[in-house]
Structures are given as structure tokens and as C-alpha cells.
């Protein structure tokens, strides 16, 4: 009889360890901009002045791309992190060199997938996360769920949080919730095994997705309202465009 291979817990993973920076600017001066194309090779109309934002966790990122909607330089941070950061590289060493085809198709044809093929992959590789562990993701949360509950099915993730915010919009889903709900994950008492996608060399790279599989417990420990003004839209027949007025919630998870 085979023995039961213990799961591999995956290093932990801050990608505010070095905080994401944005600047107040000012209108360069020639002398400024000839400093400038000498130290760095290209001219730049504005040069940084003082702080304006200082993002160094997880929570304060959410909280500023639910504020401002769109920010492609903090995607930009956050690839550049996981690019030259060794805890990363080590997830990705745990998973098979070559994807698994049930979970290629997870994310190629979601939602029409397997439950039980996802999480036999899933299960099968081994690997949780750590405790304290921070991700997101984006979505509704049911309040007639109460405070807690089990996925039944695998529950995508991401190391960016534009990217759960694009999530919890895409095909009109947050103009028919009639809110978006962005979570923070917190990793507690981790017992849900995951799988972690590539990067480099897929369609669907630009996700950063981190997939559990079925049965992770959610816990909801706190909401808080950014802003009542956010704008959703739903692409209709004929490509008629619906738009409405959202709140946006920030809700602090702890998932097991």
C-alpha cells in the first residue's frame, strides 16, 4: 500500500514587501530633462517630487484600485515582483512543467468546465498555502450565506487587484449584483490545496491566477464601503450598453 504523501506548503509571498510608490509631480525644466535623459536614456516631461501614496499591503492596494479604477502601473509592479522574486519561482517549481489539460481548459472555457477533473489536479500536485498569505479576488458575496461558507466548486485568485476588480465586472456581472464585492484573502488554517498558473507563455497569464480547489472555507471578517459612485456596464442585444451607479465594498476574507 502507497503512503499518503504529506502536502508541500508554499513560501510566503508579499508583493508590498517593497512598497508600491506614487508620486506627486512637477513639470520638468530643460535642465531637468537633460538630467534626466543622461541617467536613464529617454526624455520625461515630469519629474517626481514628493510622496502623494505609499501602498505596502495587500489591503491598502485594494483600496486604492477601488478608488481609482484603473491603474496599469501597479499591474505593471506587481508582474515585475513576481518576475524576480524567489518564493514565486519556487511556487511555480511545485507545479507540473506543463499544465494539466482539465485546468488549460478551466481557464479557456470557464464556465463550462469539470469540477471533479479541476480539483482531481488540484489535489493531486499537493501544494497549500501558507498562513497569512494575501490575495484577491473578485465577485459578489451573498449575504443570505451569512458570515461564512464552503465553496463547492474551485474558487479562482490573484496576486492583483485591478485584475479581481476587472473580474467582478466582466460580462455584466456587477451591473446585475448591483454592487461589486473585492476581496482580500487572508490565508488561515490553510487545508485547500491550489494550483498556481503561468505567467509567461499563456493567454491568460495577465491573471496571476491562483486557483483553490473545491471546499475552501470562507470567512468574512470585515466590509467597508470605498465609494457609491462607481460606474457598471452590460452589453446588451444588439450592442445596446446598460449603465449604472454601483457601490464598491472592500471585504477582508480569511480563507481556509
Not at 536614456?41 to 478608488?67: F, Q
Not at 464601503?225 to 465594498?249: F, Q
Request: charged content about 25%; some cysteine.
Amino acid at each position: 500500500m502507497l503512503k499518503k504523501m504529506k502536502n508541500k506548503t508554499l513560501p510566503l509571498i508579499n508583493s508590498f514587501l517593497n512598497p508600491y510608490i506614487i508620486w506627486n509631480e512637477k513639470e520638468a525644466t530643460h535642465e531637468e530633462k537633460m538630467n534626466f535623459y543622461n541617467q536613464y536614456g529617454y526624455v520625461k516631461d515630469k519629474i517626481p517630487t514628493t510622496i502623494k501614496k505609499k501602498i505596502d499591503t495587500s489591503l491598502k492596494s485594494a483600496h486604492h484600485i477601488a478608488k481609482v479604477g484603473v491603474d496599469n502601473a501597479l499591474g505593471n509592479f506587481i508582474d515585475a515582483f513576481l518576475d524576480r522574486n524567489v518564493n514565486y519561482k519556487k511556487w511555480r517549481e511545485n507545479m507540473p512543467s506543463i499544465t494539466p489539460k482539465d485546468l488549460v481548459n478551466f481557464q479557456k472555457y470557464y464556465p463550462d468546465f469539470s469540477i471533479k477533473n479541476v480539483d482531481f489536479e488540484i489535489n493531486k500536485i499537493g501544494c497549500t498555502l501558507i498562513e497569512e498569505q494575501c490575495l484577491f479576488h473578485g465577485g459578489f458575496w451573498d449575504d443570505a450565506r451569512g458570515d461564512e461558507f464552503i465553496t463547492s466548486k474551485p474558487f479562482s485568485s490573484t496576486f492583483c487587484p485591478q485584475v479581481a476588480l476587472r473580474e467582478a465586472e466582466s460580462n455584466g456581472k456587477a451591473y446585475d449584483a448591483n454592487q461589486i464585492d473585492l476581496f482580500v484573502l487572508r490565508v488561515v488554517n490553510p487545508q485547500t490545496n491550489v494550483f498556481v498558473f503561468r505567467q509567461k507563455g499563456t493567454t491568460h497569464g495577465n491573471e496571476k491566477e491562483v486557483l483553490f480547489s473545491s471546499g475552501a472555507k470562507l470567512t468574512l471578517r470585515n466590509r467597508i464601503l470605498v465609494r457609491n459612485d462607481y460606474k457598471a456596464y452590460k452589453v446588451c442585444k444588439e450592442l445596446n450598453v446598460k449603465e449604472k451607479t454601483i457601490p464598491i465594498y472592500i471585504l477582508e476574507v480569511d480563507i481556509s
